[in-house]
């Protein structure tokens, strides 16, 4: 990750309330009833800062990042220098920000929390799609996310290049070993999710060889093979033989990536893309007017 470049197309934004919701949890956590550190500067006083990358990453939250100081100040002038999605070096100024330098102060930790983890897991993520570039294999994130921020993280997936599972337990259906066992089976299952919810991704995980045939044989739309040896997943794919995609999930490290790819599945799920976040080093360093 050494030259900074944008992403192939325009990332779509984040939606705005969300955001803003995000950034007043997050503020009202930091400063309660005010900032009594913040309250020793002279009120008008300004003051110019500069953001800067102290490593190689790829950038994510400028959203939640603005929203912080412009909910403490909406006169703050934020410049910047990269898009999410890029790639940054380290050393690299990200952004330049100028006004009330109570406000800089009293939203810098809040604004670099969110876009510290969210570059994080976008960082995380480009390095897993590296591992499969070349390959038919898309790299997946889960459920396993941040207690409300699911939706930050996963838009921080997309900016590194990642694909999106489904957001929730609404909006696609996936059956698990014990919805199969209190259905009465994978084809019971399948008949009553079809019935229920006709319009939705339905997606079975399979343990075995047997139950993949089943799965198939039932219809599904995508089947998660979960902790297969590499020969089963080998046949899984040749059974399969493309009639249905395969989702390969449990277990799965960056260093396993390339070999699980090169199986022909269709896509690798992991929890690791936002559940073992490293946050992005990054450096505000203020100046006043």
């Given at each position: ?10 990332l ?6 969300r ?67 890029d ?17 800089l ?44 921020l ?25 059956v ?31 343990e ?22 590499h ?18 999930s ?40």
């Amino acid at each position: 990750m050494n030259a900074p470049s944008s992403p192939a197309a325009p990332l779509a934004r984040p939606d705005p309330i969300r955001v803003d919701a995000d950034v007043a949890r997050a503020l009202a956590e930091d400063i309660g009833g005010g900032d009594v550190t913040a309250d020793l500067l002279p009120r008008d006083a300004t003051a110019s800062a500069v953001l800067t990358c102290r490593e190689d990453a790829v950038l994510a939250g400028q959203d939640w990042f603005d929203a912080c100081f412009r909910h403490m100040d909406p006169h703050v002038v934020i410049q910047w220098r990269a898009a999410d999605g890029d790639r940054l070096a380290a050393g690299q100024v990200i952004c330049m920000l100028h006004g009330s330098a109570r406000a800089l102060v009293t939203a810098e930790r809040s604004a670099l929390n969110f876009l510290q983890l969210l570059s994080g897991t976008a960082t995380t993520t480009a390095r897993f799609v590296a591992e499969v570039a070349g390959t038919r294999t898309r790299i997946l994130d889960t459920r396993k996310t941040l207690p409300g921020l699911r939706m930050a993280q996963k838009y921080a997936v997309l900016c590194g290049g990642g694909t999106n599972h489904r957001v929730g337990l609404f909006d696609a259906i996936l059956v698990k070993e014990n919805h199969i066992i209190a259905a009465g089976g994978i084809d019971r299952a399948v008949s009553a999710g079809r019935t229920m919810h006709p319009r939705l991704l339905l997606e079975v995980e399979v343990e075995t060889l047997d139950e993949l045939r089943q799965a198939i044989d039932a219809g599904v739309d995508r089947i998660l093979v979960d902790n297969f040896s590499h020969e089963n997943l080998l046949e899984a794919v040749r059974i399969a033989d493309g009639r249905v995609p395969l989702e390969v999930s449990g277990n799965v490290e960056i260093a396993s990536l390339a070999r699980i790819a090169a199986t022909g599945v269709d896509f690798i799920s992991t929890g690791a893309l936002t559940k073992h976040v490293r946050a992005i080093d990054l450096s505000l360093r203020l100046q006043l007017d």
